[in-house]
């Protein structure tokens, strides 16, 4: 992880509330989960800080306990393509730990974090003695493509507004809103909506505006509040 991270003591409680709320851990059961939380180290971050690099060892699987990342790869020539956006109890690096490779994108803080970092080793002695922990992991892995298969589905059968507004309920709950939803964006760029949803900076900024003169959402800053989820959700549609 990065140097300049604040590791701090562990709140036992807090982190496991937030494990036992990740498919994966719950399957430990609470006695399981503590002594988790004890074999790993939470850290904080600030708002754009690189939590891990692309090409680092995958040394551990994360978990977000806290906060907003982006997944973002970066070709041999520098140019960078935002893949996902990651929210509080979701997880991360999985696919390192299949082969021991190199992380093949790299995570940034897109607002405060506070993440959970579980070594390799001792996953891996978890899922040993937790036959369903394996089985969990296999799941989410299944949900992973599962996932990239809807979103190549949207490319292909969405048009740019209705991939848009789909994002925006996505980032929406990310951000933990039930009402009124606000996707507020420290560190997260138009050019970066762009990217996830395959199209131009340009024809998202023409997107979000003809979002907001139909009313379903307002604009301020970087700020995007959701004024008519449901009639995002049938452009988007869910």
């Known amino acids: 992880m990065s140097a300049s991270s604040g590791a701090v003591p562990h709140d036992v409680q807090a982190v496991a509330a937030v494990l036992a709320e ?3 851990f719950r399957v430990l059961g609470a006695a ?8 790993g180290v939470a850290r ?7 939590i891990l690099h692309q090409g680092d060892p995958g040394e551990s699987l994360y978990v977000l306990l806290d906060g907003l990342v982006k997944v973002v790869f970066t070709t041999e020539h520098g140019d960078e393509i935002v893949l996902n956006m990651l929210g509080r109890a979701e997880t991360f690096g999985e696919m390192a ?3 021991d490779s190199p992380r093949s994108a790299s995570i940034i803080a897109v607002r405060p974090c506070w993440i959970f970092a579980l070594p390799r080793a001792r996953l891996l002695e978890l899922m040993r003695e937790h036959p369903g922990l394996a089985d969990e992991f296999l799941r989410m892995l299944g949900q992973m493509v599962r996932r990239l298969t809807g979103q190549a589905a949207d490319l292909a059968f969405l048009d740019l507004g209705g991939r848009l507004a789909k994002l925006l309920l996505q980032l929406s709950v990310k ?11 420290p560190g997260l760029t138009q050019s970066d909506l762009a990217a996830l949803i395959g199209a131009s900076r340009p024809a998202v900024n023409r997107a979000l505006q003809s979002l907001a003169a139909r ?3 307002a604009i ?13 959700r049938k452009r988007g549609g869910l």
């Open 44 to 50: 904080r971050y600030r708002t754009g800080q690189i």
């Open 32 to 39: 399981g989960i503590a002594s988790t939380v004890r074999a």
């Open 175 to 185: 951000r933990g809103q039930t009402a009124g939803p606000v996707v507020d964006m």
């Open 215 to 217: 009313g379903l959402i």
């Open 22 to 24: 990740v498919p994966l």
């Open 97 to 99: 730990l299949l082969d």
């Open 220 to 232: 301020k800053g970087r700020a995007i509040t959701l004024l008519d989820v449901e009639a995002l």
